[in-house]
C-alpha cells in the first residue's frame, strides 16, 4: 500500500504535464521507469521511491498507489475491494 496526496500512478508528473493520464494498472517495470534512477533530496515529486520500486518488483508484491486522503480509496484497497487509484503487479 502507497498513500500518497496523487490519486494513483500516473503517466508523467500531473502538475508538470497537463496530459498526464491515471493508470487504474500499471506493472513493475512501469512502476521503476516512472520512479527513475534516483532522487537526490528530501521530499521530491516522485510516485515512489526508486529503490523501493525495484525491491517490490524483484519480489513480485503486488502494489495499490491510492490518495491518502481519500479513505474510501484507502478502504476499499486494503480490503481488497475495487478502489481510485492504481494497482501495480
Known sequence: MNAT???GVYTADPAKDPTAKLL???S???LIRLAGDT???AGP???FDPKAARI???A???VAVVDGRDLQALRNAII???FHGTLVG
Do not use: L, M, Q, W
Open 39 to 41: 532522487h537526490t533530496r
Open 56 to 58: 517490490v518488483a524483484r
Open 28 to 30: 513493475h517495470e512501469d
Open 45 to 47: 515529486s516522485i510516485v
Open 80 to 82: 481488497g475491494k475495487p
Open 5 to 7: 496526496s496523487v490519486d
Open 24 to 26: 487504474d494498472r500499471a
Open 60 to 62: 513480485r508484491i503486488p
